[in-house]
């Protein structure tokens, strides 16, 4: 009986131990969801406080944002539209070089030219945002000034450029990784049937690996729509109401920032506009999150 107890004792340490482990990694993927469950909660609850006093109709309808002035009106148009003005420059300069980037890494680059290019195109990344601000404002518009006389030394421009700079690593990481992951019998049998390897990466590993590479679009996206200290330096935080790249405008960051750092008193209308406008701004992410789910679905159905 005792050799049989003894037989048995490892197998059920092990199992308790498995148990534990099992819990612990419970507990993490629980806490992600709290944690998300929690800021929705915030951002909800003080949106309703600010919903009391101004109608949802004129935050989404009027075209003047100056809740800080004496005579305040609270509607978000000018800052979505800056927000959205500036992340289209932004990928309009990410999305061509990163792809380009990724297909000379994935497809051409030798072994050491990648390993060497590679990392240093993913430290720009790692620079903080605050610094391509002040590059935004010091250097691009100064020098967008001598291309475009008259140009405001804040403007969405200058701002959307950098942006754009910022998250090419964003696209060029992983839509390189995607491409390196198409099997290689496909660039194989590409090759057998007389295609060059210019042919091959356009023609045959992007629309293969164009999942990924969604998925990568999706994601600088977002990262473009959050950034804050670019547009708040470089942008201005006035808000204006205008499709012009030229002009000054303040996004959706940059007004949260500009009143969370300021001396707005808590509790009051003015404090709870920045959980307006962050509700409104993780909604934004949101339908880009759900954008992005379905156009990998799509394109793995068709690939």
Excluded at 120 to 142: H, K, N, Q, R
Excluded at 174 to 187: N, T
Excluded at 227 to 234: E, G, Y
Aim: hydrophobic residues 55%; proline residues 5%; neutral net charge.
């Amino acid at each position: 009986m005792s050799t049989t107890r003894s037989r048995f004792h490892p197998q059920h340490s092990r199992h308790v131990k498995e148990r534990v482990v099992q819990f612990i990694l419970f507990l993490s993927a629980l806490s992600a969801i709290a944690i998300t469950v929690a800021v929705v909660t915030i951002l909800v609850v003080e949106s309703m406080g600010f919903f009391r006093h101004v109608s949802i109709w004129d935050f989404l309808t009027d075209t003047q944002w100056t809740p800080l002035f004496a005579e305040p009106r609270y509607g978000i148009l000018p800052l979505v539209t800056a927000t959205l003005v500036v992340t289209s420059i932004g990928l309009l300069v990410a999305v061509p070089l990163g792809t380009l980037a990724a297909l000379y890494l994935g497809e051409f680059a030798p072994h050491k030219v990648r390993e060497v290019c590679k990392p240093a195109l993913e430290m720009l990344s790692g620079v903080p945002s605050v610094v391509y601000g002040y590059f935004a404002l010091l250097l691009v518009t100064p020098v967008l000034t001598l291309i475009i006389p008259g140009l405001s030394g804040f403007n969405m421009l200058s701002a959307g450029l950098v942006i754009g700079v910022s998250i090419v690593p964003f696209v060029s990481s992983m839509s390189e990784d995607a491409m390196r992951a198409v099997p290689m019998d496909i660039r194989e049998g590409s090759y057998a049937m007389g295609a060059t390897r210019l042919q091959t990466a356009w023609y045959v590993v992007f629309p293969a690996a164009l999942s990924g590479i969604v998925a990568a679009y999706i994601l600088a996206m977002s990262v473009a729509l959050g950034q804050t200290m670019i547009v708040a330096i470089a942008a201005g935080q006035q808000a204006n109401f205008t499709l012009d790249p030229t002009q000054p405008a303040a996004t959706l960051t940059a007004y949260i920032a500009q009143v969370a750092l300021g001396d707005v008193a808590h509790g009051t209308i003015e404090y709870q506009s920045i959980f307006a406008v962050g509700l409104v701004l993780l909604l934004m992410t949101l339908v880009l999150n759900i954008l992005g789910h379905y156009l990998r679905r799509r394109y793995r159905e068709v690939y």
